[in-house]
């Protein structure tokens, strides 16, 4: 398994930014495709954004279309999410996700064969 690492959550407000980074200790992180998700508080967790192995392709929630843009750095291990206008409905807490296998699409949780700790993102009105 990938272990992951959130920072750069933390409190904003409405129409600010942030931008997460995720910390992979796997040295073959290259080869598997990730994904961001978050979690409301009495909510599921719920899919963000995803992003292939070489950073060829993006996929995002209909939610986050057009504010958030995701990118990886296969040469320091790191995953990024920028997120722009933020809104207070984004207030949850987001994590870093890894596909089961190298090379496995994610879309849904049930993708997901490791997970970040999550980093807390507060939208104030």
């Known amino acids: 398994q990938v272990q992951l690492v959130e920072s750069g959550g933390g409190l904003v407000q409405a129409g600010g930014s942030l931008r997460l980074s995720c910390a992979a200790s796997e040295p073959t992180f290259s080869v598997y495709n990730m994904g961001w998700f978050r979690q409301a508080p009495g909510k599921e967790r719920e899919f963000v954004a995803a992003?292939?192995?070489?950073?060829?392709?993006?996929y995002y929630a209909d939610s986050v279309k057009g504010r958030f843009t995701i990118s990886r750095d296969n040469s320091k291990n790191i995953l990024y999410l920028q997120m722009n206008t933020l809104k207070p409905e984004d207030t949850a807490a987001f994590y870093c996700a890894a596909g089961k296998e190298p090379f496995w699409v994610v879309r849904t949780t049930e993708d997901v064969g490791s997970w970040g700790q999550g980093t807390q993102v507060t939208v104030s009105s």
């Open positions: 992003i292939s192995w070489n950073g060829g392709n993006t």
